[in-house]
Structures are given as C-alpha cells and as structure tokens.
C-alpha cells in the first residue's frame, strides 16, 4: 500500500463517519479505517490522536451536522410550526446519518469542553424555538429535555426495526409531534 497523498484530518473524519453510517459505530476501528483510505493504521496518527480523539471528533461532528439539519429544516418558521419541522428534521438526521447520529451519544467524555459546546449550541437553538411558548427558562429546559426524548425515542425505535407494523411512520411521527405541541399548550395555560 502506498501513502495515501493529501491524507488530512477530514478526510478520515468524513469516511469513519460514512463508514458509521454504513455498519454502525462499533464497526469504526483504527484498523478498517486504514484500510478504507488504503493507509497503513500508523499513517492516520499523523492526524489523529487514536480512537478515542476520533470518536470525540466524531460527536462534535455529528451534533454538528445535526444542528445544521435542524436549522435547515426550520428556515422561515416559527412556533408550532418550528416544532414540528424539527421534530421531522431530528428524525430524518437519524434517517439518513444513523453512524453519525450515535456518534453523538456516544463521545468518550461527553462533558468534555468541545463537546460540551456542540451539544450546548442544540440547546440554545431549541430554546429559542420555545421562546414563543411562554415558558419560564426552567419550563422551557424541561420542554427541550422531554423533546428530545420524545424525537430520540421514535428514531432509535425505528432504526431498531422497532415498527414492524404496516402503518406509516411518517403519520405516527406527526400524531405524536402534535399531541407533544397539545401537551406543550396545556402546560403553558
């Protein structure tokens, strides 16, 4: 195998990331991933610091493109709304980045600094969603909490084949969206 010229640190985040998606986290070994960029495994430490600086490069990433997902999905909308176009755009992300989505629940030391900040810009985004809502700032964290719960749940439900039923997906993502938004309305009243 010869070195692999213009190898960078994008490179091998952008394919461990594909290679996520396509076999799951676990599959992303040092190892697999030099073999996917034809590299012998002592070349990616030029650009990495091992497999756990990957993985938390890895976490960063994905909450990363996940907050571009959700912002991309709620451009030019607002209140219930905005709600329900991220609730669709969490689950899509899922949908189409499953490797890189567990990626991000599964960073090394997920209270890491860097981490940290990633997962604390999703935070302020879906808080500025709830500002509409009137909410108190803790009712609003306890919102967002139980959002993302909600969105979690169905995506990792349905990633684990947990729907096997001949019913629309699509349809139950929505039912439950809305009651969210109801169960969200009585709280505020």
Do not use: C, W
């Not at 610091?49 to 909308?77: C, F, M, W, Y």
């Not at 990626?103 to 997962?119: C, E, I, K, R």
């Not at 909600?150 to 969206?177: C, I, P, T, W, Y």
Request: proline share 4%.
């Amino acid at each position: 195998m010869s070195p692999r010229i213009g190898l960078n640190q994008i490179m091998i985040l952008e394919e461990a990331a594909r290679a996520a998606d396509e076999a799951g986290l676990e599959s992303v070994t040092l190892a697999e991933l030099a073999k996917r960029l034809q590299v012998k495994t002592p070349s990616l430490y030029n650009h990495i610091g091992g497999l756990p600086d990957l993985r938390k490069s890895l976490a960063i990433h994905g909450l990363e493109q996940l907050r571009i997902a959700l912002l991309n999905g709620t451009v030019g909308k607002a209140g219930e709304e905005a709600v329900l176009a991220v609730g669709r755009s969490y689950v899509g992300f899922v949908r189409q980045r499953p490797g890189l989505y567990e990626a991000t629940l599964s960073a090394p030391d997920p209270l890491d600094p860097d981490v940290s900040a990633a997962s604390d810009e999703i935070l302020t985004f879906m808080l500025r969603i709830m500002d509409g809502f009137g909410l108190t700032e803790e009712k609003a964290l306890h919102a967002v909490r139980a959002f993302r719960s909600m969105v979690h749940g169905f995506a990792s439900l349905e990633l684990k084949n947990g729907f096997n039923m001949a019913l629309n997906r699509d349809q139950s993502l929505e039912l439950m969206l809305i009651t969210y938004l109801r169960g969200l309305a009585l709280s505020t009243a």
